[in-house]
């Protein structure tokens, strides 16, 4: 069993910067891959980042690709999501997840685990 605990959203003016941490529990963070997903009002949830355990590989989508940047500290058990150049479109609620799939999956049905949730605004 996995908890997580996302942290770090807020309201930040177009342009700017946020930091999301999402802490996990238990002692084998280091054997999950991470993502992080986020849903607008009115709309699905969609991935975001993603930081596989296996190889260490990332990926991102499209939409974030040269803005976002996902890290992970194992000593830790935290997972971050650096948000640079933050767009009004990019408001929603943002959550980690997590999963022991090798790959970092772009597809939330892959993943077991599931925070609550922080919410990011961005104003223009």
């Known amino acids: 069993q996995v908890q997580l605990v996302e942290s770090g959203g807020g309201l930040v003016q177009a342009g700017g910067s946020l930091r999301l941490s999402c802490a996990a529990s238990?002692?084998?963070?280091?054997?999950?891959?991470m993502g992080w997903f986020r849903q607008a009002p009115g709309k699905e949830r969609v991935f975001v980042a993603a930081s596989s355990w296996f190889n260490g590989n990332t990926d991102y989508a499209d939409s974030v690709k040269g803005r976002f940047t996902i890290s992970r500290d194992n000593a830790k058990n935290t997972v971050y999501l650096q948000m640079n150049s933050l767009k009004p479109e990019d408001t929603a609620v943002y959550s980690c997840?997590?999963?022991?799939?090798?790959?970092?999956?772009?597809?939330?049905?892959?993943?077991?685990?599931w925070g609550q949730g922080t919410q990011v605004t961005v104003s223009s």
């Open positions: 238990g002692r084998t963070f280091s054997s999950y891959t």
């Open positions: 997840a997590a999963t022991r799939i090798r790959v970092a999956a772009p597809s939330h049905l892959d993943y077991n685990y």
